[in-house]
């Protein structure tokens, strides 16, 4: 059963503050990742304070860095059920977990984050993973 | 138990995924809940069983660890004398 929005509302407004674009419903996500072009961030967003709760911050730190994904996406697992089921469909081939973070490029993942990946670790630690996928995979070669 | 709390008011690895070795063929993985006199309790538990044949733990873990662990249980409770080790799943891959 899913939260009361006044409580999840704090957690999706610290995406949006940074810049992610809300995936509310299946429809959002197929018009979204269906032929998605370009490099995508996809977060799956979760209630749970501790895993989550560093996770955000680490993308926000994340984002910051010099080569970032030109778009950046979130559902909200346990909130936006259709919408978060949808957006595991493009990345089936991994166990679903929330939170987690997948990272596209022309509609293919590149690199996931499980939630696993996350738990226990400082936000500074997980940026620096992302920094680094970030680098390997939406850098462009001069 | 010491250290860092994941989940405070919990057990140190409370909700950390976790691999844990049992004295038998057995691997779990999966979050951890809780410890107590009767057993481990697990969630959403990927298994391992190196009588079955097929993947090494060792590829069953990376596999975890890669693609995420496809539960088989949704709880589980390991009694404590079964239980040989218990790390984090993070820990667990080289």
């Known amino acids: 059963m899913p939260y009361p ?7 999706r407004e610290e995406m949006t503050r940074m810049g ?7 429809a959002e996500v197929d018009a979204t990742l269906g032929d998605q072009k370009g490099t995508m961030l996809v977060f799956v967003n979760s209630v749970c304070g501790c895993a989550a709760g560093n996770a955000r911050p680490a993308l926000h730190f994340a984002l910051q860095h010099g080569v970032r ?18 957006a595991r469909q493009y990345f089936a081939e ?33 940026a620096a993973d992302l920094k680094a996928a970030f680098d390997r995979h939406f850098a462009v070669a001069v | 138990m010491t250290g860092h ?6 057990q140190e690895l409370h909700g950390v995924t976790i691999v844990l070795e049992t004295r038998g063929s057995r691997t779990y993985v999966g979050r ?8 481990v309790e697990l969630h959403d538990v990927g298994v391992h069983d190196a ?29 404590l004398d079964d239980v040989a080790s218990i790390r984090r799943l993070v820990d667990a891959i080289g």
């Open chain 1, 94 to 126: 991994y166990q679903p977990s929330s939170p987690s973070i997948a990272l596209l490029r022309d509609g293919e993942v590149v690199h996931f984050v499980h939630r696993h990946q996350i738990e226990g670790r400082a936000p500074q630690d997980v």
């Open chain 1, 5 to 11: 929005p006044a409580l999840v509302a704090p957690m």
């Open chain 2, 51 to 79: 009588l079955a044949g097929g993947t090494t733990k060792e590829e069953f873990l990376r596999r975890c660890n890669r693609f995420g662990i496809r539960p088989e249980h949704r709880d589980l409770l390991v009694p």
């Open chain 2, 5 to 10: 709390v994941f989940h405070p008011g919990h």
């Open chain 1, 69 to 86: 994904p030109q778009q950046v996406v979130t559902v909200f697992a346990g909130q936006d059920v259709e919408a978060t089921a949808r």
């Open chain 1, 20 to 26: 992610a674009r809300e995936l509310t419903s299946a």
């Open chain 2, 32 to 39: 951890f809940h809780s410890q107590d006199e009767r057993g």
